[in-house]
């Protein structure tokens, strides 16, 4: 079978779910294939909850991406009818020279966002539920909160089908080659032919980078949830942020509030190299106890039972920015990898550039961290 599409859309994770939707709206004739049934457990997007935040720590070259992108979750949330975004404030916590203070500082001032500066006594007295050490303080930005990854990705490829978008799931892809301006796919099913092709295929995407080496690494990262040990309300929404500590020079943990399945938390970072059809789903009692002995110290209450863990992965880049930038010998092929840990609330507006990328060749956004370097 070979038919002709505008553009092919490898992958329907987060970026590849947002992608084929704003294709799709802009009236390409478009074809999504994924290996899974996406939303599904096996790559970068699941998991129940992604933090969304403003005062990029990163970089404040983020801040401007950012705003589209809630912009754009809002759009979603309403065309699909459904939640995808709760609001609960954000904490940035370490010490006031920190990557994680002093980054969104920078970027909250930059931009003139909305922030308050809070001492480590503020921080116990507004939100009892952390315990920041005397000398940290915390970033505190009202707009942060929690995205719901699954509902997002479901969202966009409901919508994707809707604007006429073909998907095809449980259809992995063999092989992609140039055929004239134009690209050759060939899955376990069949052989698409289009004009443009974006790879989208998260921690798979160095398998499908067939002559080229760009440095992306896989790494495993695991997400907890605990059930609160004693004052269970201080972890409700309405009195516990999301909140991102540095807990020692370049260490990294985060948590969300409570959300009716305990408190989850994660490391960002300090994972193991992984490769993604042999990634280690048990979860050793090492680190469990590491997980615990953060919470002993910074979110006391909140190490009771553990419920349930998810081992999950960061597709990263040396530098921890993102890849968005035609394939260095195909330019008819995008290759589109925003992760590096902290890819997901910027995806609505990821399937936006896409989507400028592809009809015009250039987006409104400025891309240049995530060119080639
Ligand atoms: C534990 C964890 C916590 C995170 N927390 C946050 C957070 O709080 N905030 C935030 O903004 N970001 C966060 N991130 C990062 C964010 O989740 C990722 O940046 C994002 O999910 C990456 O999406 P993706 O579309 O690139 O990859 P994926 O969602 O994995 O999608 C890739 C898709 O490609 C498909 N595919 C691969 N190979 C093939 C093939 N050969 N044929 C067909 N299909 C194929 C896969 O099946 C998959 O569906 C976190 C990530 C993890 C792992």
Known sequence: ??????????????????????LARAGKRVLGLDRFTPPHVFGSSHGQTRIIREAYLEHPAYVPMIQRAYDLWHELESEAGRQLFLRTGGLMVGKPESAVVAGARRSAEEHGLRHEILSADEVKRRFPALAPQEEMIAVWEPRAGILFPEACVESHLALARRYGASLRFNEPV??????????????????????????????????????VDLPFSVERQVQYWFEPCSNREQFNPERCPIHIWEHARGRFFYGFPDLGNGVKVALHHEGDLADPDKLRREVGPEEIESMRELLRSFLPQAGGALRSTAVC??????????????????????IVSPCSGHGFKFSSVVGEIVEELISKGSSRLDLSLFRRR
Do not use: K
């Not at 002709?4 to 939707?21: E, N, P, R």
């Not at 063999?174 to 092709?197: C, H």
């Open 1 to 22: 079978m070979e038919t002709v599409f505008d553009v092919i859309v490898l992958g329907l994770g987060a970026m590849g779910s947002a992608s084929t939707c704003h």
């Open 174 to 211: 063999t092989r992609w080659e140039p055929d004239g301006d134009g690209v050759r796919v060939l899955t376990t099913d069949g052989v698409f032919i289009s004009r443009r092709l974006v790879l989208a295929a998260g921690p798979w995407i160095r398998s499908l980078l067939f002559d």
């Open 313 to 334: 992965m960061y597709t990263n880049l040396p530098d921890h920015h993102f890849f968005i930038d035609p394939h260095p010998r195909h330019p008819q092929v995008l």
